[in-house]
Structure formats: C-alpha cells, structure tokens
C-alpha cells in the first residue's frame, strides 16, 4: 500500500507523557522526579466484533478469527490475574452496535470462559458499525469504576476490511481508554484496511485518557494476534507513548545483534 500502509507496530503520532519535572539546581546535572501517583486496578471490557468476517478462517487450518479471539482472551485474562488478582472483566459485542453479552464485572477466570465460549458471530454482514452505545456504555461504567478507585479501559477488536467504524462522542469527554486490535485481509479492490485503520485510530485518539494502544494483523497468523495482545497487558498509567514501545523484539533482530556482538545482556554462569 506504498506509503500509506499500515504502520508495523504503532507509528500513529506521540502523546506527550505528563508528571515528569525537571530540576537543573543539583550539581549542575539534570534532576528529573517522577510525582508519586497511585496505579488503580483496572476494570476490563472485551468488545468483541461478531460481523461475518470474524469467521475468516486464518493460516491455521479450520481456525477461524473468532476462536483465535476466544484463546487471546482467555490468554489475556489468566495473564492479567497473575499481575493482580483485583482487576476485573466484563464483555460486550460488536454488530450495528454494541450490547452486553456479560455486564457485571468480574475477576473469576471461570466466569470469564462462560462468557468466552458464549461468543458467537453471524454468518451475514451486519455493515457499518456504530461505536457510538460503545462509548456511552463504557462511559457509564467509568464513573462507577472511578468512585471505586478503579480505571476502566475497552479492549474492541474490529475484523471488517472494508467498513469503517463511526461514533459520535463529545470531544471533551474522556473517561476511559480505548485499545484497538484490528484484524483485516490484505488490501484489494473490495478492501480498504487502511481507511479502517485510519478510523480506528481517530476513535481511540478521540475517547482515550491515557495511552490507548492500537495493534494490527493481516498476516491470519493466531500468534500475531497472541503477541499483541500480552502488549496490551501494560496498565494504560503505565505505559509509554505507543510510538517508543520497542518490545516484544523481534527473534531474527535480536539474533542479528548477537552474532554483530551487541548482545548487552548479563548471561548467568550456570556452573557451581
């Protein structure tokens, strides 16, 4: 797609990182303070597209877009408990609009595979999707989860090619952050993921409060989808602008920085 592709990892545009002061009077060096604040637990909204084209099948034969979603979930919220058991889960989908398919938040990995395995997606194009019930329902959770001390992000993960988005949400409202997994086929005369891609990223860059981080894949792989996913498992109070994550690297970059002798890190010697 020349030089409007879909950026790699990212590459959407810095925000500015705030609470960082800086104070020159030690010595004549830079002193910089971090200003304490205090990390809240997260509660957690999956929103899930269940459009026709989350049951494309991927390059893993007989696995479709939907079950690799289900297995990242399940991957995500066993990994996110193992950071602390206090964050919480709830799930909606994504047709038209959004709706509830499990309301009351909850930290009960059998809860949340109940609500896994209840995920289904229908077998005709439902077309453009409003994000607009999205936002308020999310919205209205926030100002529940913020009078607990608590934050509330969305994690959507989109599957449409070739439909964009759209919502209509005040600017000045934003209550919780919004993630982005984006799941597409290669561009083609009846695609146009990079205007998908460009409506997403104006919808998080639109609601968000902190960071909100937008991922995308249209290899088919089920482990790229994995990867980014565990990326997302960084707290939203966190984390860095999207643009200077460097992490996971990459295996074949990393190999190549060894044999070049760049390799920085300390090997522990295993003999006693």
């Not at 910089?32 to 991927?58: H, K, Q, W």
């Not at 193992?82 to 994504?94: E, G, K, M, Q, V």
Request: hydrophobic share 35%; glycine share 6%; charged share 25%.
């Amino acid at each position: 797609m020349s030089s409007s592709s879909l950026p790699k990892e990212g590459n959407r545009g810095q925000m500015k990182m705030e609470g960082i002061e800086g104070d020159a009077t030690v010595g004549g060096a830079g002193r910089y303070i971090l200003n304490p604040t205090r990390i809240n637990s997260e509660d957690i909204i999956f929103c899930v597209d269940v459009d026709a084209e989350s049951l494309v099948e991927m390059k893993t034969a007989g696995v479709t877009r939907l079950d690799s979603i289900k297995q990242a979930i399940l991957l995500f919220v066993n990994s996110k408990l193992s950071i602390n058991p206090d964050h919480r889960f709830a799930f909606a989908t994504l047709s038209k609009t959004a709706s509830w398919l499990r309301k009351e938040f909850s930290s009960d990995v059998e809860s949340t595979i109940a609500a896994v395995r209840a995920l289904s997606a229908t077998t005709v194009s439902t077309g453009q999707a409003d994000l607009t019930n999205l936002f308020r329902l999310a919205a209205h959770e926030a100002k529940k989860s913020r009078a607990q001390n608590r934050i509330l992000r969305v994690i959507l993960i989109y599957c449409r090619s070739s439909i964009r988005p759209h919502h209509q949400w005040p600017v000045n409202q934003k209550l919780f952050t919004l993630d982005v997994m984006y799941l597409h086929d290669k561009p083609g005369p009846d695609n146009c993921p990079q205007a998908v891609y460009d409506a997403l990223v104006d919808a998080l860059e639109h609601v968000s409060e902190y960071e909100g981080y937008i991922h995308e894949s249209g290899h088919g792989l089920p482990r790229t989808l994995f990867r980014f996913m565990s990326m997302l498992l960084s707290h939203p109070q966190q984390r860095c602008p999207q643009d200077d994550c460097d992490i996971p690297k990459p295996l074949m970059k990393k190999s190549a920085e060894s044999a070049n002798g760049e390799d920085n890190n300390v090997h522990v010697s295993t003999s006693r």
